[in-house]
């Protein structure tokens, strides 16, 4: 996996101002098309009206539900974000760990859980780290493995001992000379 250098834009978080191009994208951000309260509450209702498309809905949610479980990436591979949104709160979010920015994929804008403004621009962030550490690299598989200590045959372990009981014996006969020497 290749390493990316981490960009940090607008820090300290608790002091930046918002800029014209700010105040520009989150503009454009909030004339976007979206349900409203009233569209929302009349699909609910026929939700309510036929239980074929409330069963419908809710096995596409849980479809799209499992094909995200399968897809989730492992911890070490999110990267934690400290962002500051449009709103002025600071909060976190995630992002695979392989984009420089939280901005550069994916959405760059957010729901505000301190004030709930929905979407809010991101205007400035700061990498916090990785969310796991990555697990240590697996051995390196070409590398040959360590030498085994031959077992040594029964020949050998016979010869080992024949050697050792003549050093016992030349021992023993030399301590039998040392002795009449004193
Ligand atoms: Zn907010």
Redesign the pocket.
């Known amino acids: 996996m290749q390493e990316v250098e981490y960009e940090s834009s607008g820090v300290p978080l608790e002091g930046y101002e918002l800029t014209r191009r700010d105040h520009r994208q989150q503009k454009r951000l909030e004339s976007i098309d979206r349900p409203t309260a009233r569209q929302v509450a009349e699909e609910r209702a026929r939700e309510r009206a036929d239980p074929e498309i409330a069963r419908r809905k809710y096995e596409a949610f849980k479809q799209a539900w499992e094909l995200m479980q399968r897809f989730k990436k492992p911890d070490h591979e999110i990267m934690r974000w400290r962002v500051r ?5 600071i ?1 976190e979010t995630r992002r695979h760990r392989e984009v420089a920015t939280p901005t550069t994929h994916g959405p760059y804008s957010m729901v ?6 929905d979407r ?1 621009l991101i205007v400035a962030y700061e990498p916090i780290g990785l969310v796991a550490e990555p697990p240590p690299l697996p051995p390196d598989a070409t590398a040959p493995p360590p030498p085994q200590p031959k077992k040594p045959t029964r020949a050998q372990l016979e010869r080992r001992v024949a050697a050792l009981e003549e050093e016992n014996e030349r021992l023993r006969s030399q301590g039998a000379v040392g002795t009449h020497d004193l």
Request: glycine residues 16%; contains cysteine.
């Open positions: 949104l449009y709103c002025g709160h909060t505000c859980p301190e004030c709930g403004k809010s």
